[in-house]
């Protein structure tokens, strides 16, 4: 069988069952489906890494005195409207 990513031909041994009842294959051999599937892991991790890494540049120190993650601009407004940030101001002014 011919895999459909490098072209090779190689023995129907080196192909994974996509549905082993109806003896479908996968169209790309084990070493194809391998590589994608790191690839597909890697691009997952490093997505998992830059949220990480944006969740702590993202900090923002309100004056109300809490800190919240602000990812997008509606994030910020959704603070500044709620009732925590809100109350958090007036017990301030209070003082
Ligand atoms: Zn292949
Ligand atoms: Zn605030």
């Given at each position: 069988m011919q895999c459909t990513k490098c072209d090779k031909r190689k023995a129907l041994t080196e192909y994974s069952f996509k549905n082993e009842e109806e003896k479908i294959y996968y169209l790309y051999c084990d070493?194809?489906?391998n590589e994608s599937q790191q690839t597909q892991k890697k691009y997952k991790e490093k997505a998992m890494e830059n949220y990480n890494l944006n969740k702590t540049i993202n900090k923002i120190e309100c004056s109300c005195g809490i800190?919240?993650?602000?990812?997008r601009n509606f994030?910020?407004?959704?603070h500044i409207n709620s009732k925590k940030h809100k109350q958090s101001l007036e017990i301030k002014i209070k003082i």
């Open positions: 070493s194809c489906r800190t919240y993650v602000s990812y994030h910020m407004i959704r």
